[in-house]
């Protein structure tokens, strides 16, 4: 059963930076297209950060672009989310996400609009807090 884990979530001072990782069991990120999405309580989920399987695409919220950088981590079921500058608006649960990149025939991976849809994910982790403070 694939399973996903967050790690490295916290409380931090606006401005200050935050890792978030992603370690997954029974899959690789070299095969599997992933994202970041979080959500505050009451409103709906937002797709975050993106990245396809061989790394050579991604694509970025743009209430995050500049100050967030996704990236696959050394170990190949490992997944990043370097978090700068973080803002209060940035509060929120952080969630990974992964589909097989040959999912639907392969296109998705390089579909801004299909890579930063939840629909396109079937696997989920459980989530990590991030708590940003003026």
């Known amino acids: 059963q694939v399973q996903l884990e967050e790690s490295g979530g916290g409380s931090v001072q606006a401005g200050g930076s935050l890792r978030l990782s992603c370690t997954a069991s029974k899959i690789t990120f070299r095969t599997y297209c992933a994202g970041w999405f979080r959500q505050v309580p009451g409103k709906e989920r937002e797709g975050v950060a993106f990245?396809?399987?061989?790394?050579?695409?991604?694509y970025y919220a743009d209430s995050v672009k500049g100050r967030f950088t996704i990236s696959q981590g050394i170990a190949q079921n490992t997944l990043n989310l370097q978090m700068n500058t973080l803002k209060p608006e940035d509060t929120a649960m952080y969630y990974c996400a992964a589909n097989w990149a040959r999912f639907n025939g392969g296109s998705w991976c390089r579909d801004p609009a299909l890579l930063s849809a939840g629909t396109s994910y079937k696997y989920w982790g459980q989530g990590t807090q991030v708590t940003v403070s003026s």
């Open positions: 990245i396809s399987s061989d790394g050579g695409t991604t």
